[in-house]
């Protein structure tokens, strides 16, 4: 189903709106699922600060904003904590990606 994105045990249903990982529930608010739907559509791929600021906030780049690194430490806070399989990884000075652990 092309609108049910899956990485690892972590699953995003576009049409419901829900994510899940390892079968449970995961709450996110829009902005969360437009970030992590973005991450998820670019799997493997380092997305700078401007990408995603672009695609996730329509904005037009204001450096001085920590916008998408606070959003990135709520995602990891809801995806990652349990879990001892981190999904979400920084890459210094560059971005955001999410894939598996090296």
Not at 66 to 78: A, E, I, P, T
Request: aromatic residues 8%.
């Amino acid at each position: 189903q092309k609108n049910i994105l899956v990485f690892d045990d972590l699953q995003l249903d576009r049409d419901s709106k829900s994510v899940q990982r390892a079968n449970s529930p995961i709450i996110l608010t829009a902005t969360e699922f437009r970030l992590l739907e973005f991450l998820m559509l670019n799997r493997n791929k380092v997305l700078s600060r401007i990408d995603i600021l672009e695609e996730v906030w329509g904005m037009d780049v204001d450096l001085s904003t920590n916008v998408v690194d606070v959003y990135v430490n709520y995602l990891r806070k809801k995806i990652d904590k349990q879990f001892s399989r981190k999904l979400i990884h920084t890459v210094i000075s560059m971005g955001y990606v999410i894939r598996h652990e090296n």
